[in-house]
């Protein structure tokens, strides 16, 4: 059960057995010591699922079968960047590839690897901060990962780390007290920050202090079940990205799903295809209670506006989700944007992930680096996520890194020092793949400003990919909403 509850929610209006593989990165603050075999940290992973656990899943409504269990049951295959190499800003670190529901279970945990990664690289890069920076843990657990990745860096620390947990609960309280006061209503905040933790014990404690404030949902399921509240969530990007169009995830979530069901927009472009498909699938079957939630930091206030308006040009009131970065200002920002617009409180919540989780201490956080694992290829179609940031794009089919092999020579020339080729593809001459098991110790200041090329395999399947997007946000702008 430890798993954001929009994972099942997918697996349901999806293929739980197909393969597909998920590729973990860190977009920034590099570069990074990986201190743990990726293959051994995943197969720590790996759930053991309960006749309990289905019963509950049932019970909310989720139509799971036989081939959930089986999927969740399965082996899953990894290529990472083996231990005691340096790895840079956007080079992929490792590979996930087993059946849908499986790998896609696991985004939430293998995400926590980062916390581990950043120990270890500051332990290797800044030794002289890791009193300041790791002195007081949020948990028991998270003071264990910081000692096992201080042991991993070769690292002896000098000085005791100190458990507040009680501090961090009152931190975590504070914010969502916070929170609620400016929602006025419970039901219209979400505690979403499963993601950002440490530790299923860290990320444990924060939602406890964030039912203490008075919050009744969160997406942390294994969280919800202990504590008694509601487990909830949308679809995520790769949904949209298994079925290749807003229109068809849309509607297959709609169909699949009881209960409300809520459309992510910006996987391809949220005004010119999620928000103009998401009207329209909503417009088929306007008895079912459908949301849309916006997501892209960047261009959330003009999206939350298009939005507003463009549901009551056609009459309709459909509820509103804001996530991506809010904390209290962001939440006060969206508030005023609302009673401007005059769009019902009852119609509009919100996510909230790192801020109600972030500790209260200079511990490394999620936010900090950029940590993601994106869906690159389900079944045999590569597939990756555009989002309205550029930025946040993510690399498609089986990708792996590949590394000049002597990248201090002086005859280098303008050969980049990292490479994503995919999985089988030969890499050239001088170059070797990072992720097969063998260790590189590539200096990490010559990675500290490189930023990795795409092999001729890599390039042609991003060149099919955005033309397949154009294509697709073409057609959604040609249907009548």
Not at 9 to 28: K, Q
Request: with cysteine.
């Amino acid at each position: 059960m430890r798993t954001d509850w929009y994972k099942p929610v997918m697996a349901a209006a999806g293929a739980p057995l197909r393969p597909e593989t998920f590729c973990f990165a860190i977009r920034h603050g590099g570069p990074f010591y990986m201190p743990v075999d990726p293959t051994a940290y995943v197969n720590s992973l790996l759930p053991q699922f309960s006749a309990t656990d289905m019963d509950y899943l049932h019970g909310r409504g989720l139509g799971l079968g036989d081939e959930y269990t089986e999927a969740l049951s399965s082996p899953v295959t990894v290529h990472g960047v083996p231990a005691g190499s340096w790895f840079s800003n956007r080079e992929v670190a490792f590979s996930v590839t087993g059946p849908s529901a499986l790998v896609s279970y696991l985004e939430a945990q293998v995400i926590w690897i980062r916390f581990r990664i950043q120990v270890a690289t500051l332990a290797k890069k800044s030794p002289n901060q890791l009193a300041q920076m790791l002195g007081t843990a949020t948990c028991e657990r998270e003071r264990d990962i910081i000692l096992e990745s201080l042991d991993a860096a070769g690292v002896v620390p000098n000085f005791d780390i100190k458990i507040d947990t009680k501090g961090y609960f009152e931190h975590i309280k504070n914010r969502a007290e916070t929170l609620l006061e400016i929602m006025g209503d419970p039901a219209r905040a979400f505690e979403a920050g499963m993601r950002a933790a440490s530790c299923a014990e860290q990320h444990l404690i924060a939602v406890e202090a964030c039912k203490s404030a008075g919050f009744i949902s969160t997406s942390n399921v294994e969280a919800a079940r202990v504590l008694n509240i509601n487990a909830g969530g949308t679809t995520g990007h790769e949904h949209t990205q298994r079925y290749g169009s807003d229109f068809n995830a849309f509607s297959a979530v709609r169909d699949r799903v009881a209960g409300e069901v809520t459309f992510l927009l910006d996987t391809y472009s949220t005004r010119f295809s999620g928000l103009p498909s998401a009207i329209r699938v909503m417009r088929q079957t306007p008895e079912r209670q459908c949301s849309i939630r916006f997501d892209s930091e960047s261009t959330m206030e003009g999206d939350y506006l298009l939005g507003v308006h463009t549901q009551r040009e056609v009459g309709m009131e459909a509820g509103i989700k804001l996530g991506g970065g809010f904390n209290a200002d962001r939440a006060r920002r969206f508030e005023t944007l609302r009673e401007q617009a005059g769009w019902p409180a009852e119609k509009q919540s919100y996510m909230f992930g790192q801020y109600l989780v972030e500790p209260h201490v200079p511990l490394p956080t999620r936010g900090e680096v950029g940590a993601v694992y994106k869906l690159s290829q389900s079944g045999d179609v590569p597939t990756m996520k555009f989002s309205d940031n550029p930025a946040k794009s993510s690399a498609p089919g089986n990708p792996v890194t590949w590394r000049l092999l002597s990248p201090g020579r002086a005859d280098r020339g303008s050969r980049p020092i990292g490479i994503i080729g995919q999985l089988g593809e030969k890499p050239p001459a001088d170059y070797a793949v990072l992720t097969n098991g063998r260790a590189m110790h590539t200096p990490p200041e010559m990675l500290s400003n490189a930023t990795p090329e795409i092999s001729p395999q890599t390039e042609a399947l991003v060149v099919e990919l955005k033309q397949s997007r154009l294509e697709q946000i073409a057609q959604a702008a040609k249907a009548t909403i």
